[in-house]
């Protein structure tokens, strides 16, 4: 496959256009960091204001993963993320021309819809390469794509450090965040006209119904409803957050919440249209059908501290840098993306270790317990470390996180072939459910070394007590390492391989 990774042709050619279009729906997500300090400035906004924004900027990726999940199931890959990709110049422009507070609000919780863009890929990726190696490719596919916010930290500030000279030598960043959607737009037609769902001769599998995640017993019926919770919940966390700052009274919080309960209501209900068969003991799923819910739920417990940290820390690492260390926004910046910089090689090689090892189960629960014990690490940096040190523990810390990503997603494509938009929808939001709450704490915490302590600590903590679930709860999945998918004949397999050579080039 390494080999085959350099060309252009047939399942290489999917995977290099699709982890290009998460990479800049990833620049789109993260154009916001990079230009936190400066628009603090631009807005005097309070310190509690800017946190804020940066919750927001993950909030709406919660319910738009699931939603994301079922569209991609229904109409495929293709079509949903070039029309992702074109919405996301709307809410860019938006937020670049806001005047004030509320519209910086309103334009980033648009925007943040565009993070969903990540479930999309999983399934195209998983549609071209068999389980066997399924654990690269989806790291490849998330960790070059991820990569893009290492990338906005890098080069928009000196971008709009360069383009000073059209904005009263203020550093440019509405011109910055402004590029970025409209490239994502440009990129959008062409991966519409450029990809395909599946190679040819291969059916394209969807649910036989839509609106909730199929199960295949009633224990897991109940889990589901159990694990729906904190999605909603921590929209209902958002909302609090937000009517702090006065954009919301009382009574506008109080009607948040009861839409928030109905959504949860509808939501059960869905749930329950589609499993309503097996609920009231109509229908039975044959042993060969059934999956268990429950390693969903370990998946995407495992989500919640590894994305949702990184999400987190690369909201806030840049000003950490910056104030800790009393560096310039630009040089602050740069190091800073040594964070994200490491998933160039940490979530394909998270893939290819669980690929290699022969336990995915394993590499699952090493690889989390290396990233809690590197965030304890770096709740103690401050002033008194030297620089170069603080460096390198952010790339190792970055490395067992990013690790960790490429490891959940090398399990999620192998649990349920056909609901796989809606599975990894459930486990991408978490990774999101995880970067609002511990956002959330982050904007409660005093400024300072006591505060980045208490943030790092909690990161650590929390993985540490998901690496022993997984120890003691996760399974291996069927078919980890097979030559073809679950309800894939092995005929149509080798048809797949005649019509495409390239397919089983190693």
Aim: charge should be neutral.
């Amino acid at each position: 496959m390494l080999q085959g990774l350099f060309s252009f042709n047939g399942r290489y050619r999917i995977l290099h256009l699709t982890w290009f279009a998460f990479f800049l729906s990833f620049i789109v997500w993260f154009n916001f960091a990079p230009f936190s300090t400066a628009i603090q400035e631009t807005f005097s906004l309070s310190p509690g204001q800017i946190r804020t924004i940066a919750i927001c900027n993950v909030a709406l990726t919660v319910p738009a993963r699931i939603i994301i999940g079922m569209v991609l199931d229904k109409y495929g890959p293709r079509i949903t993320y070039s029309m992702l990709l074109i919405y996301a110049a709307i809410p860019c422009i938006a937020f670049a021309m806001a005047q004030d507070f509320t519209q910086l609000v309103i334009s980033r919780l648009a925007l943040s819809i565009v993070g969903a863009g990540f479930v999309i890929g999983i399934r195209m990726v998983a549609e071209w390469f068999p389980p066997k190696e399924i654990g690269i490719a989806e790291g490849i596919y998330g960790g070059w794509g991820n990569f893009g916010s290492a990338a906005a930290a890098f080069t928009l500030p000196s971008l709009a450090a360069a383009t000073a000279f059209v904005a009263a030598g203020q550093i440019n960043w509405r011109l910055a965040i402004a590029l970025t959607g409209i490239v994502a737009a440009v990129y959008g037609f062409i991966y519409l006209f450029s990809a395909q769902d599946t190679p040819s001769g291969k059916v394209y599998q969807r649910p036989t119904r839509h609106g909730g995640i199929e199960v295949t017993s009633k224990r897991s019926f109940w889990l589901l409803m159990l694990m729906n919770i904190p999605l909603v919940g921590i929209l209902a966390v958002l909302a609090w957050r937000i009517s702090n700052f006065g954009l919301l009274n009382q009574t506008q919080l109080l009607i948040v919440y009861l839409l928030l309960a109905g959504l949860y209501v509808f939501q059960a209900y869905k749930c329950w249209d589609v499993n309503r068969d097996l609920m009231t003991g109509k229908k039975q799923y044959p042993p060969k059908e059934r999956y268990e819910f429950s390693q969903v739920a370990l998946l995407e417990l495992t989500y919640f501290v590894n994305f949702g940290s990184e999400l987190a820390v690369v909201s806030m690492l840049p000003a950490f840098f910056e104030s800790t260390f009393s560096l310039s926004k630009v040089l602050a910046g740069m190091i800073a993306a040594s964070y994200a910089f490491m998933n160039l090689v940490a979530r394909p090689g998270g893939g290819w270790i669980s690929d290699t090892l022969g336990s995915r189960r394993w590499t699952m629960t090493v690889l989390t317990g290396g990233m809690g014990l590197s965030y304890l690490l770096m709740g103690g940096v401050n002033s008194n470390w030297w620089l170069p040190i603080a460096i390198l523990l952010t790339m190792a810390c970055s490395f067992f996180v990013q690790a960790g990503e490429g490891s959940t997603f090398a399990i999620v494509p192998l649990i349920k072939r056909r609901i796989t938009g809606q599975i990894a929808g459930n486990v991408g939001a978490y990774g999101n459910v995880g970067a609002v709450a511990y956002l959330t704490l982050f904007s409660l915490l005093p400024e300072g070394d006591i505060g980045n302590r208490i943030f790092f600590q909690t990161l650590g903590v929390s993985a540490l007590i998901v690496t022993f679930l997984c120890w003691f709860f996760l399974k291996e999945p069927k078919g980890s390492f097979a030559e073809h998918h679950e309800g894939e004949e092995p005929e149509l397999a080798m048809d797949s391989a005649e019509a495409f050579p390239f397919i089983t080039e190693e």
